[in-house]
């Protein structure tokens, strides 16, 4: 793993004050682990995906700056199917960019039933998701370079 690796944070900031929770326990585990991030933010989670694609272009049209990435985001089931769009389609996009192109990914979207399970699993002095998603991300960074990949 890189000295210090360096992380893209996508955060959908859909339910803001959510968000805030989850970005500081992210932020906290990747300080404890020496590492470095950049923060860019999202309306929603299905925007999420697209948004470490462009990273991924980039600029320069090719590779990317960062080691890793950390993906934040909170889905609150409604009254309709929408939910299970939200939900299911920033997982399987985040998935499928995590096989198709290589890379760390931790996924930091919370899908819920209602705001206080959110709250729980976003505060990090509770479930900490946020802090949960970071350390994954430097979990695969390192599993990644073990392989050489
Ligand atoms: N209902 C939630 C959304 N919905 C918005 C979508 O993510 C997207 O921004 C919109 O459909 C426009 O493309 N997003 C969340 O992150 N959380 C929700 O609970
Ligand atoms: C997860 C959502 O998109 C949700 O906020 C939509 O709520 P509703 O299904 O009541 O429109």
Known sequence: ??????????????????????????????DAAGATHDVVTVPGALEAPAAVGFALSGADGGGTEYDGFVVLGCVIRGETFHFDIVAGESARALMSLSVDEGIAVGNGILTVE????????????????????????????????????
Do not use: C, W
């Open 114 to 149: 209602n705001e206080e399970q959110a709250l729980v699993r976003a505060d990090p002095a509770r479930k900490d998701k946020g802090g949960e998603a970071a350390k994954t991300a430097l979990r695969m960074i390192a599993l990644r370079d073990h392989f050489g990949a």
């Open 1 to 30: 793993m890189a000295s210090r690796p360096h992380i893209l944070i996508v955060e959908a900031r859909f339910y803001g004050h959510i968000a805030d929770h989850l970005l500081a326990g992210a932020k906290a585990a990747l």
